[in-house]
C-alpha cells in the first residue's frame, strides 16, 4: 500500500468514527458522478468460505460511506461491516468515499491566531459579546465561566467564542483553493462553554448558507462534530465560513476545534465468498455449579474448535477447556470441518449461590479486651480458624481474645453445598512500653528534682500535690517526704500502661548546699536576670532582704519565688556591690545566708 493511501485511510478513520451528523447536513445529491479507482485494499475480510445457512460479516476500512452490491444476501449495503448470508457463491463489489487530505491551514489552532479571519473582535478577555479567542481553556479567558478544554488532546488550542448579538455574524472564515466539479466535506467540532442558550451556527461557501442551522450541545464541555458536503461545479475557489445564527445576549458563549474542509475520493474492491456445508456438534448438557468453581467443557463433532471469546474459559481453542464462570454464562463454540465451515452452539452453565455474609464485631482493641465476632446475612455451617483464641470455632458467633493481631478466617457452607470463605482482622494493639527515671533524689543540696518517662503517646503523673506540668513526659517533683510518683499513660491507640518511680528526700544537713549567685545580669535577655532562691526547692517562711551600699534596704521578699530584678521604686540600679541576707526553712531545716552580690549590665 503507498505511503499517500495509509495516511488518508488513517485520517478518515479518526475523522469518520466520530462524525455527528446535524439535522439537514452532509445530504449528497444522487446527481452527482465519480470516477472510481479500483484498488484491493478496501475490504478487510479476504475471499472466504462458509457452511450453507451462516452469515459473514464482511469488514471494510473506515470511509465516509459504502455501496455494495448486489444487495441480495447482505444485510445492509450501506455500511462498513455488513452481514453476508448467501445461498450460493457470491462476489459482492464495493464503492466507498473517503475523506482525502484537509486542505485547512490552521484547523486546529495550534498555530494560534493564524491562518483564517473572522467579524469578531480578538480579545484576551471573553467578558463582553462578540469576541473571540485563541487558547487552551475557557477559563480564565472568561472567568466566570468553567473550565473546557479542546477537543484533540485536552491541552492544545481551540476558538473561544463570545457571540453577539447580531444576525449572521462570521465566526471563522477561510479561502481555499478548489478543484471543479469535486465534492468536499465541510466539518467542525464544537461545544458549549456554558450551558445557557447553546449556540445556533451554519456553514456558509461563497456567500452562500449550505446545509441546516446546527446546535451546540446544553451539556456544557461535550464536543460534538457537525459536517455538510458541497459540490464544487465550476468554482475554483472555496470561501469556507462558520456563522452564528443566535442573537440571543444570554449565554451563546462556545469553542471551536479540528476544522476540516477535504475532498471526497471514490475507490472499489470486491469479495468472494464461497459456501459450503457445516458440521453437527454435539456439547456438554446445560449444567449448574457453585460459585467459583471449575466445569470442563467438551465439545465433539469438528475437526477444530473456536470457544467465543471469554474470560472465564482457560483456552478458546481446544475441544475441552475449563470453564471458571462468575455469573451464569452461555458458552458458545463453533467447530470447523473445512476452512469457513463452521456451526455453533451452546453450552448454559448457570451458578448456584454461594453464601453472602459479613462478619462483624470490633476490628480494633487492646491487649486483654475481647470482641464477639458475628456471621451475618447467611446460615448454614461454620468453621473458624485458627480456633485457639475463640471460645467456639463452629457457631456463627464465637467469642475471640488474641494477645496479638490475628486475621480469623470463616468457612460457611450452605443447603447447596457451595461455600464461602470470609475473614476479619483483630488488631490488638499493645500496650506502652514505659522508661522512667529521674534526675536526683532530694536532699539538703538538690531541692528540685526532674522526672522522666517515655514509651507512650500522653501521660498523667501523680500525687500532683508537690508536682509542676503532671500532664507532660517530664514533671518537676518538690517533694517535702518520700514519695512514690506514679505515671499512666496512653498509647496512640487508647490503650494504658501504669508504672510508678521513687523520689527519696533526705534532710541531712549540709554546708555546702543551698548557696546563692554571687552577681547577676538584669538586662532582660531572659538569661540571669533575677536574684533570689528560685533553685532552692521547697522553702518556707522565707525572708529575703536587699540592702544598697547604704544601708537602705531596696528589696524584701518572703516567697519561695521571691527574686529581685535589680530595681528600686521601678528604677534600675546602677552597678555595683549589694548586700543580701536570706533567712528560710528548707528540707534541711533552717538555712541562714549573708553575703554580697554584683549587678553587672
Same mark, same amino acid.
Given at each position: 500500500?503507498?505511503?499517500?493511501?495509509?495516511?488518508?485511510?488513517?485520517?478518515?478513520?479518526?475523522?469518520?468514527?466520530?462524525?455527528?451528523?446535524?439535522?439537514?447536513?452532509? %445530504?449528497?445529491?444522487?446527481?452527482?458522478?465519480?470516477?472510481?479507482?479500483?484498488?484491493?485494499? !478496501?475490504?478487510?475480510?479476504?475471499?472466504?468460505?462458509?457452511?450453507?445457512?451462516?452469515?459473514?460479516?464482511?469488514?471494510?476500512?473506515?470511509?465516509?460511506?459504502?455501496?455494495?452490491?448486489?444487495?441480495?444476501?447482505?444485510?445492509?449495503?450501506?455500511?462498513?461491516?455488513? *452481514?453476508?448470508?448467501?445461498?450460493?457463491?457470491?462476489?459482492?463489489?464495493?464503492?466507498?468515499?473517503?475523506?482525502?487530505?484537509?486542505? &485547512?491551514?490552521?484547523?486546529?489552532?495550534?498555530?494560534?491566531?493564524?491562518?483564517?479571519?473572522?467579524?469578531?473582535?480578538?480579545?484576551?478577555?471573553?467578558?463582553?459579546?462578540?469576541?473571540?479567542?485563541?487558547? %487552551?481553556?475557557?477559563?480564565?479567558?472568561?472567568?466566570?465561566?468553567?473550565?473546557?478544554?479542546?477537543?484533540? %488532546?485536552?491541552?492544545?488550542?481551540?476558538?473561544?467564542?463570545?457571540?453577539?448579538? $447580531?444576525?449572521?455574524?462570521?465566526?471563522?472564515?477561510?479561502?481555499?483553493?478548489?478543484?471543479?466539479?469535486?465534492?468536499?466535506?465541510?466539518?467542525?467540532?464544537?461545544?458549549?462553554?456554558?450551558?445557557?442558550?447553546?449556540?445556533?451556527?451554519?456553514?456558509?461557501?461563497?456567500?452562500?448558507?449550505?446545509?441546516?442551522?446546527?446546535?451546540?450541545?446544553?451539556?456544557?464541555?461535550?464536543?460534538?462534530?457537525?459536517?455538510?458536503?458541497?459540490?464544487?461545479?465550476?468554482?475554483?475557489?472555496?470561501?469556507?465560513?462558520?456563522?452564528?445564527?443566535?442573537?440571543?445576549? @444570554?449565554?451563546?458563549?462556545?469553542?471551536?476545534?479540528? *476544522?476540516?474542509?477535504?475532498?471526497? !475520493? &471514490?475507490?472499489?474492491?470486491?469479495?468472494?465468498?464461497?459456501?459450503?456445508?457445516?458440521?453437527?456438534?454435539?456439547?456438554?448438557?446445560? /449444567?449448574?455449579?457453585?460459585?467459583?468453581?471449575?466445569?470442563?467443557?467438551?465439545?465433539?463433532?469438528?475437526?477444530?474448535?473456536?470457544?467465543?471469546?471469554?474470560?472465564?474459559?482457560?483456552?478458546?481453542?481446544?475441544?475441552?477447556?475449563?470453564?471458571?464462570?462468575?455469573?451464569?454464562?452461555?458458552?458458545?463454540?463453533?467447530?470447523?470441518?473445512?476452512?469457513?465451515?463452521?456451526?455453533?452452539?451452546?453450552?448454559?452453565?448457570?451458578?448456584?449461590?454461594?453464601?453472602?455474609?459479613?462478619?462483624?464485631?470490633?476490628?480494633?482493641?487492646?491487649?486483654?479486651?475481647?470482641?464477639?465476632?458475628?456471621? &451475618?446475612?447467611? /446460615?448454614? %455451617?461454620?468453621?473458624?480458624?485458627?480456633?485457639?483464641?475463640?471460645?467456639?470455632?463452629?457457631?456463627?458467633?464465637?467469642?475471640?481474645?488474641?494477645?496479638?493481631?490475628?486475621?480469623?478466617?470463616?468457612?460457611?457452607?450452605?443447603?447447596?453445598?457451595?461455600?464461602?470463605?470470609?475473614?476479619?482482622?483483630?488488631?490488638?494493639?499493645?500496650?506502652?512500653?514505659?522508661?522512667?527515671?529521674?534526675?536526683?533524689?532530694?536532699?539538703?543540696?538538690?531541692?528540685?528534682?526532674?522526672?522522666?518517662?517515655?514509651?507512650?503517646?500522653?501521660?498523667?503523673?501523680?500525687?500532683?500535690? @508537690?508536682?509542676?506540668?503532671?500532664?507532660?513526659?517530664?514533671?518537676?517533683?518538690?517533694?517535702?517526704?518520700?514519695?512514690?510518683?506514679? $505515671?499512666?499513660?496512653?498509647?496512640?491507640?487508647?490503650?494504658?500502661?501504669?508504672?510508678?518511680?521513687?523520689?527519696?528526700?533526705?534532710?541531712?544537713?549540709?554546708?555546702?548546699?543551698?548557696?546563692?549567685?554571687?552577681?547577676?545580669?538584669?538586662?532582660?535577655?531572659?538569661?540571669?536576670?533575677?536574684?533570689?532562691?528560685?533553685?532552692?526547692?521547697?522553702?518556707?517562711?522565707?525572708?529575703?532582704?536587699?540592702?544598697?551600699?547604704?544601708?537602705?534596704?531596696?528589696?524584701?521578699?518572703?516567697?519561695?519565688?521571691?527574686?529581685?530584678?535589680?530595681?528600686?521604686?521601678?528604677?534600675?540600679?546602677?552597678?555595683?556591690?549589694?548586700?543580701?541576707?536570706?533567712?528560710?526553712?528548707?528540707?534541711?531545716?533552717?538555712?541562714?545566708?549573708?553575703?554580697?552580690?554584683?549587678?553587672?549590665?
Amino acid at each position: 500500500m503507498y505511503l499517500k493511501q495509509i495516511f488518508i485511510l488513517l485520517f478518515c478513520f479518526l475523522l469518520c468514527q466520530n462524525l455527528v451528523k446535524a439535522s439537514g447536513i452532509g %445530504t449528497l445529491e444522487t446527481s452527482i458522478r465519480f470516477t472510481a479507482t479500483l484498488i484491493d485494499t !478496501l475490504i478487510v475480510t479476504n475471499d472466504t468460505s462458509i457452511c450453507n445457512g451462516q452469515s459473514l460479516s464482511i469488514q471494510a476500512l473506515p470511509a465516509f460511506s459504502y455501496t455494495w452490491s448486489p444487495k441480495i444476501g447482505l444485510s445492509d449495503s450501506t455500511i462498513s461491516n455488513p *452481514i453476508a448470508t448467501p445461498t450460493s457463491t457470491t462476489k459482492y463489489l464495493l464503492q466507498t468515499e473517503t475523506i482525502g487530505n484537509n486542505l &485547512v491551514v490552521n484547523g486546529n489552532f495550534s498555530a494560534g491566531n493564524t491562518g483564517f479571519t473572522s467579524q469578531y473582535q480578538y480579545l484576551n478577555s471573553g467578558i463582553p459579546e462578540g469576541v473571540y479567542y485563541v487558547g %487552551t481553556n475557557s477559563y480564565p479567558w472568561h472567568p466566570f465561566l468553567n473550565s473546557n478544554v479542546d477537543h484533540t %488532546t485536552g491541552t492544545g488550542n481551540m476558538l473561544l467564542v463570545n457571540g453577539d448579538t $447580531v444576525f449572521n455574524i462570521i465566526v471563522w472564515k477561510q479561502d481555499i483553493s478548489a478543484t471543479k466539479n469535486t465534492n468536499y466535506i465541510f466539518s467542525v467540532w464544537l461545544q458549549s462553554i456554558y450551558s445557557g442558550n447553546p449556540a445556533e451556527l451554519q456553514f456558509s461557501i461563497n456567500g452562500s448558507q449550505i446545509g441546516s442551522v446546527f446546535k451546540a450541545s446544553t451539556t456544557e464541555g461535550q464536543w460534538q462534530q457537525f459536517y455538510t458536503i458541497w459540490q464544487s461545479g465550476n468554482a475554483t475557489n472555496a470561501s469556507i465560513s462558520v456563522i452564528n445564527k443566535d442573537t440571543i445576549r @444570554t449565554g451563546n458563549d462556545f469553542a471551536l476545534d479540528d *476544522i476540516v474542509f477535504a475532498p471526497l !475520493l &471514490v475507490e472499489r474492491d470486491s469479495i468472494t465468498i464461497t459456501v459450503i456445508n457445516k458440521p453437527v456438534l454435539v456439547l456438554n448438557a446445560d /449444567t449448574a455449579i457453585c460459585t467459583g468453581n471449575k466445569l470442563k467443557l467438551q465439545a465433539s463433532g469438528a475437526n477444530s474448535y473456536v470457544w467465543q471469546a471469554n474470560s472465564y474459559l482457560s483456552s478458546t481453542t481446544i475441544a475441552n477447556p475449563i470453564a471458571l464462570p462468575l455469573k451464569d454464562t452461555s458458552f458458545i463454540v463453533t467447530g470447523y470441518n473445512l476452512p469457513n465451515c463452521f456451526s455453533s452452539d451452546t453450552v448454559a452453565v448457570g451458578l448456584l449461590p454461594n453464601p453472602v455474609f459479613s462478619i462483624t464485631g470490633n476490628s480494633v482493641f487492646c491487649k486483654g479486651d475481647s470482641t464477639i465476632l458475628q456471621v &451475618v446475612g447467611t /446460615t448454614g %455451617t461454620y468453621n473458624w480458624l485458627p480456633s485457639a483464641s475463640l471460645s467456639n470455632a463452629t457457631i456463627s458467633n464465637p467469642i475471640a481474645k488474641p494477645l496479638v493481631s490475628t486475621q480469623y478466617n470463616v468457612t460457611v457452607t450452605n443447603a447447596n453445598k457451595c461455600s464461602t470463605t470470609g475473614s476479619v482482622v483483630v488488631v490488638v494493639n499493645q500496650p506502652p512500653s514505659l522508661r522512667l527515671s529521674k534526675d536526683n533524689d532530694i536532699n539538703c543540696v538538690k531541692g528540685i528534682t526532674t522526672l522522666h518517662v517515655s514509651g507512650g503517646a500522653k501521660y498523667i503523673w501523680y500525687p500532683t500535690q @508537690t508536682l509542676q506540668y503532671a500532664a507532660t513526659a517530664n514533671p518537676i517533683a518538690t517533694p517535702l517526704a518520700t514519695t512514690m510518683y506514679h $505515671v499512666k499513660s496512653y498509647s496512640a491507640q487508647g490503650c494504658y500502661a501504669e508504672d510508678s518511680i521513687l523520689v527519696t528526700v533526705s534532710k541531712a544537713a549540709s554546708d555546702i548546699g543551698y548557696q546563692m549567685p554571687s552577681a547577676f545580669t538584669p538586662n532582660g535577655d531572659g538569661i540571669n536576670d533575677c536574684f533570689g532562691t528560685k533553685k532552692w526547692g521547697n522553702v518556707a517562711h522565707l525572708q529575703l532582704d536587699i540592702y544598697n551600699r547604704f544601708g537602705e534596704r531596696i528589696f524584701s521578699g518572703n516567697d519561695g519565688n521571691a527574686c529581685w530584678d535589680g530595681s528600686y521604686k521601678g528604677i534600675a540600679q546602677p552597678l555595683g556591690t549589694y548586700v543580701y541576707q536570706v533567712i528560710a526553712t528548707t528540707n534541711c531545716g533552717e538555712v541562714y545566708r549573708k553575703g554580697t552580690v554584683v549587678i553587672i549590665r
